[in-house]
């Protein structure tokens, strides 16, 4: 369909068109023009296919000299408007690869709205991730997976669909044969297990971190696994308390060796034992380790001299490790990454505090990496035999910038976010405040999908990390409805706005349709009462009728409940005196009017 001509095209990457105003377009949609490239030394007839980028009309003749109020209020009606479109030349198809043109388009060359079938093509990739459609048309968009190599940053407002486009991709991924792992900080991911067989024949896990929470296991961190400095971090001892660390170091060491000479799995409690027995002197010190039957000699010696000079350093140690038994996520051994890991593992960080949620992210996200690496370096240890996919939720709590605040988390995923790729380590960060996730980060993702955002500084940090070429587009931001997204980098042959999909499985977050939840269904109390009143259950032929009706008003005159309900042209009036009905047109009997006015009053009766 021909939609208007070109008028000014100062290079071969930009052109305007005037456009017919019969024929009004979107802003987005593609546009294509006749041109002429020279392939090869030869001349050829190519077609150069655009995307409209803004959309503006003109009056014609206005003097810019003058008031415009003047001369709309003397010309009226009769100004000659411009329908004008700047177009952005995406190239040109030449053997399935976009060709850039070297010269503009001809001025006076016919625009026609491309079809659908040469924009399916323009969007054509080996192996899609078929998450929606073109935002204008009915064309389905499918990203690239091999796109995912290089990181997904998924930012938008509340509410603008960011968790109902991770769980679209989320599911195109299990078609794909991904692994996934959620970090999930509010369980709104849990429902995917129960709703995982609409899909396919995936295995889903929930791993919970807080026993009150969903979940099909918990998962624990091994003490022994873990540094004795990270443990100190973990229970908050400050970072200058050198004694008190010196303390916690000196019984982790003691319980480690415990383990690797008696293959015991010891934790905190014995790590507390041992600071105990240090306070209760030498001999109560000697003693357990001789119960131990430890092979050799065991030097207590440090621990002696810090029970004798430094008593105070003991018991604040205990009181940190105390602390830190109270998390609940420390044992003596960690949770096997065999048991944890399904084709989409998710972790339910919601009931403990954030100081809990970013020590499990580090140490998982710690141990799916190295154990990727030891699959790809073929070194020795637990391994993750295929690539795993991140997902982030609320990345700004784990990655938040170094210089506001520093978590243990942030070292994991900036460490996953440059080196992941190599060993097959992909994220999906998702935030809805990405000027409060870090910078290195968020560059690390070179694909984004980009929904409403309002707040300007967010708007400012995606346009500050995004790719020059699709500025045009993310100037919009604002603008985008609820499900759009603008989707650029590696997973998108050309940045591109669409409308993401249905979905099939569920999750938690989603808005509550107020209508519904609001409304009581009050059919059992009905139900119950014109028992009551008729010894016997409403036929259904009662409750179909009814349920035509509409409830008119309803009033209390004295001790009476009277109901007034509309049954096609004619009225009732349900009168309720002492709790028996009436119906105006029916009388006595059981009928399809009472039982409307008794879902309306039953509560009152
Ligand atoms: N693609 C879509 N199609 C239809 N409705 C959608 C789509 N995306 C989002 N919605 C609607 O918008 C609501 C909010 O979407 P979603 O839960 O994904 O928001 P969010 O950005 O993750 O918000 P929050 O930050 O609060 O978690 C959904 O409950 C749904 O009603």
Known sequence: ??????????????????????????????????????????????????????????????KRDLPLYSVISEVSNNILEVHLAKVKVLGYLSGGELRQPKQPPRIG??????????????????????????????????????????????????GSGKTWFSVVLIEELLKKGAKIVVIDPHGEYVPIRDSIYKLGPFSARVVKVSKHHQGDLMYKIGVLDSEPDALANAAGVPPGAKKIRYAIYLAWAYARRVRKELGKA????????????ALRGEAALNKLFQQLKLSGDFPTEDLKML????????????TYLKKLKRLGVFAPRSTPLSKILAD?????????????????????????????????RELKGVK?????????????????????????????I?????????????????????SKVDPDVVSQCQSQVIMRIVNPKDQEAVRESSELLAQDMLENLPGLDVGEAVVLGPVAKLPVVIKVRDRVLEYGGADIELSTAWRVDKTADVVQMWRRLYKSPPPPSVAVAA???????????????????????????????????????????????????????????
């Open 109 to 158: 060359a016919a625009v026609y709205l491309a079809d659908d079938e040469e924009i399916a093509e323009l969007f054509r990739v080996k192996s899609g991730l078929c998450v929606g459609r073109l935002a204008t048309r009915d064309v389905e968009i499918c990203l690239d997976l091999e796109g995912v190599k290089r990181h997904i940053a998924v930012i938008a407002a509340t």
């Open 344 to 376: 989409i593992t998710i972790v339910n960080l919601a009931g403990v505090n954030e100081e809990v949620q970013d020590y499990v992210v580090s140490h998982l996200v710690n141990r799916i990496f190295q154990a990727r690496v030891r699959q790809v």
């Open 307 to 318: 029970a004798k000079r430094d008593r105070h350093a003991i018991f604040s140690a205990l």
């Open 1 to 62: 369909m021909k939609i208007g001509y070109v008028v000014a095209a100062a290079t071969p990457f930009e052109y305007l068109a005037t456009l017919d105003p019969e024929r009004p377009v979107s802003l987005y949609d593609y546009v294509v023009v006749d041109h002429v490239e020279v392939e090869g030394g030869e001349l050829a007839n190519v077609r150069l296919l655009g995307q409209i980028i803004r959309l503006y009309r003109d009056p014609y003749s206005a």
């Open 414 to 434: 900036s460490r996953v976010a440059s080196e992941g790729r190599k060993f097959g380590v992909y994220l999906v960060v998702i935030t809805q405040r990405p």
């Open 266 to 277: 010891v934790g905190l409690a014995f790590m507390q034992k041992v600071l105990y027995t």
């Open 547 to 605: 349920a035509a009706m509409r409830v008119l008003a309803k009033r209390r005159v004295g001790d009476r409940v009277e109901v007034e309900v509309s049954d096609g042209d004619k009225r009732a009036v349900v009168t309720f005196e002492d709790g028996v009905p009436v119906c105006s047109l029916c009388g006595r009997a059981g009928c399809p009017h009472v039982y409307k006015a008794l879902e309306e009053a039953v509560e009152v009766l």
């Open 384 to 412: 993750i035999p295929w690539p795993v996919v991140l997902v982030v939720e609320e990345a700004h709590r784990f990655a938040p910038p170094k210089a506001l605040r520093k978590t243990k988390s942030y070292e994991a």
